[in-house]
């Protein structure tokens, strides 16, 4: 069983900066892509960002490219989420989640097989 421990977050001034942090359990964290969503009150979940096996891809959604960045320590079972310039739209819980071993579509939530518990982030203006 997979386990997705997420830390970082919080409450921020609109302009500034949060490092959203995800833990992976288990030894093939290096096998899989990695994603992060992010879910506003009353609206569905929605694609931010995600990195390939190695790190050596990126992709990011419109709303978040140039501003949000996402990395990958392999070693440490762990993969990053660094949020600058942030906006009140970016208000949101946050989730990490694994991209199933069948692959599937990066953006599409229905395609990732586990998740993170979810953080509240809020941008105040």
């Known amino acids: 069983q997979v386990q997705l421990v997420e830390s970082g977050g919080g409450l921020v001034q609109a302009g500034g900066s949060l490092r959203r942090s995800c833990a992976a359990s288990?030894?093939?964290?290096?096998?899989?892509?990695m994603g992060w969503f992010r879910q506003a009150s009353g609206k569905e979940r929605k694609f931010v960002a995600v990195i390939s096996e190695s790190g050596g891809s990126t992709f990011y959604a419109d709303s978040v490219a140039g501003r949000f960045t996402i990395s990958r320590d392999n070693a440490r079972n762990t993969v990053y989420l660094q949020m600058n310039s942030l906006k009140p739209e970016d208000t949101a819980v946050y989730y990490c989640?694994?991209?199933?071993?069948?692959?599937?579509?990066?953006?599409?939530?229905?395609?990732?097989?586990?998740w993170g518990q979810g953080t509240q982030v809020t941008v105040s203006s």
């Open positions: 288990g030894r093939t964290f290096s096998s899989y892509v």
């Open positions: 989640a694994r991209l199933g071993e069948n692959g599937g579509s990066w953006s599409d939530p229905n395609d990732y097989d586990y």
